[in-house]
């Protein structure tokens, strides 16, 4: 939330390399090769050269094979790994590498055309796929990968360079990998049935087949199925597959639907609602006990739970002597009243300085078991997810289904992702989102301490305008997300954030646009999404010292929608 932190050279690698995701290659022709040599790092760091002795080869985690690269950024070195490809003169060539870490590039140069890269900061294995034609009198190329300045380690395996033979000789190329075994239900809604599956060698993605037809393709070993039908049983299969092929279907398993709902997406949340975020600390904002905010508020996100020593789980305390006295009996009967009237109050979980890590089924049902703890305790109406140091999509999905399993359908889940964290579905955050559709209350996104980004239409957009959060909104619109699960997050003054504020004037036409395709800047939607379902803002302690000047403006119109 406020002091969010951005790397300012990161928004301007980021504005370089977007200028290349013009758009991914397809299958390799039949008599294309693998151009890269030692692309898996099955033998150590042959043929690659790794900048300051930053990179090495590791058993784990692996992508496929044995090893994997893992380079380590240290003070102004990036960890740049790379090498040198024979390629031949006027030939186009795929580049793919499959990445996890914070902020890891693939790219490629000395092209003689254009010099192409792209980039991730998925923590989860991720594939990074372009296409680069080379010149008339081009023979070879440097392919690369690097991580970012002040970020931790990233990993990179199976680096590939598709296209004629270049006569440098290279790795072979993959056969047809292995059919999945282990299928296997792990989950089930009224309307979703989660499916989980053995890894296998050499699989760069996986089919799920539903009744023989496929519905989904996925990189990682687990899926969910969603839009389905209460009390049914359905079956289902996967497939392995890489650029050689697909493998045979896996033996078949049924789930079997819930009768009722293990979630209703927020109970009775507004079909046009204001979040806000009050401070459990002083930092020089308005200090307020829950009873003195804005009527205009609909759901209050309480700033935040804290870690505790057990993994995953989470505590609360409330900061009595930073707040006045404010007693725990004061609070909670002051979160009775909000409800009373309405409003439902939430637990955030995370913040800049957060550090809840949710990474395993032990880790996940300790972060259900202590929510739910904290909602029974204190009242809260549910959760707010706004983990800023990366995110599980697997195992954070798995403990959202739990805590709704335990809590029931007026659970009321919100999320406040970065806007690098919504960028790209296979983006772990996107994933979770897209993963708890069916429990989900809203996603909003913080439009503010961010760099330059991409918006749906493909083109870069900086912060502080109508466009920023019109065309990012709409990567979330037309990435899986229902209208009534975006909302736009913004600070409720200059001082509630580092950069990115915008006046309420601003908030309201960018909701005119997405809702009714009014007030427009130069970017507008392809269609309007009337159902959109409002706002959020850091703080209702912020706007509270600006004399709730947000609140007055935006409230009414998110509610006149």
Not at 212 to 220: D, E, I, L, P, R
Not at 417 to 422: K, L, N
Not at 432 to 454: E, F, H, P, R, W
């Amino acid at each position: 939330m406020p002091g969010r932190r951005w790397a300012g050279a990161l928004a301007a690698a980021v504005t370089a390399s977007v200028l290349s995701l013009t758009g991914l290659a397809g299958q390799a022709q039949a008599a294309d090769i693998n151009n890269a040599k030692n692309g898996g790092f099955e033998s150590g760091l042959s043929n690659w050269t790794c900048s300051a002795g930053s990179g090495t080869t590791v058993s784990s985690p692996v992508h496929s094979g044995s090893a994997a690269l893992k380079a380590t950024p240290a003070g102004q070195d990036y960890a740049q790994c790379s090498q040198s490809v024979a390629v031949k003169p006027n030939s186009t060539y795929t580049l793919s590498a499959w990445v996890q870490g914070s902020y890891t590039y693939l790219g490629v140069s000395g092209t003689g055309t254009t010099d192409v890269s792209t980039w991730t900061p998925n923590t989860t294995w991720t594939q990074l796929t372009n296409t680069f034609t080379t010149g008339a009198s081009t023979t070879s190329v440097t392919v690369w990968t690097h991580g970012w300045y002040g970020q931790p380690a990233y990993f990179a395996d199976d680096v590939s360079v598709f296209g004629p033979d270049g006569g440098g000789g290279g790795d072979p190329a993959p056969t047809v990998p292995a059919t999945p075994a282990g299928l296997a239900v792990s989950g089930t809604t009224s309307s979703s049935v989660s499916l989980a599956w053995n890894a296998v060698s050499g699989a760069t993605g996986y089919n799920v087949y539903q009744g023989g037809s496929k519905v989904q393709a996925v990189t990682g070993s687990s899926a969910t199925v969603s839009g389905l039908t209460a009390s049914t049983a359905y079956s289902f299969q996967v497939t392995a597959t890489n650029s050689a092929g697909e493998s045979a279907k896996s033996s078949a398993v049924t789930g079997t639907t819930a009768a009722t709902s293990g979630g209703g997406g927020g109970g009775t949340v507004p079909a046009h609602a204001v979040t806000g975020y009050w401070q459990n600390f002083n930092n020089g904002a308005t200090v307020q006990k829950i009873s003195a905010v804005q009527s205009q508020y609909d759901i209050i996100a309480v700033a935040f739970a804290d870690a505790t020593s057990t993994p995953g789980a989470v505590s609360f305390t409330l900061d009595s002597a930073g707040l006045g006295g404010y007693t725990v009996d004061q609070f909670k009967a002051d979160i009775k009243a909000k409800q009373a009237a309405g409003k439902k109050v939430v637990i955030s979980i995370g913040g800049q300085n957060g550090t809840i890590s949710v990474s395993d089924s032990t880790s996940a049902a300790n972060f259900a078991n202590s929510v739910y703890s904290l909602m029974q305790t204190y009242g809260f109406d549910g959760v707010d997810i706004d983990l800023e140091n990366g995110l599980n999509a697997t195992y954070m999905s798995q403990a959202l289904r739990s805590l709704s399993a335990k809590a029931g359908s007026s659970l009321v889940i919100t999320m406040a992702p970065q806007t690098i964290d919504m960028q790209s579905t296979s983006n772990s955050y996107f994933q979770t989102a897209l993963n708890i559709k069916d429990i989900l209350t809203v996603v909003n996104m913080q439009y503010y301490n961010s760099g330059s980004m991409l918006g749906c239409d493909g083109k870069v957009y900086s912060q502080g305008s109508v466009d920023f959060l019109t065309a990012l909104a709409c990567i979330q619109l037309q990435g899986g997300l229902d209208a009534s699960q975006v909302g736009l997050g913004l600070p409720a003054s200059t001082s509630g954030a580092g950069s990115g504020y915008v006046s309420p004037t601003i908030v309201n036409n960018a909701l005119d646009c997405l809702t009714k395709l009014t007030n427009c800047g130069s970017f507008k939607p392809s269609k309007a999404y009337p159902g959109l379902r409002g706002a959020m803002t850091w703080s209702t302690n912020w706007d509270a010292s600006a004399g709730n000047a947000w609140s007055n403006a935006v409230g009414p119109h998110v509610h006149a929608l």
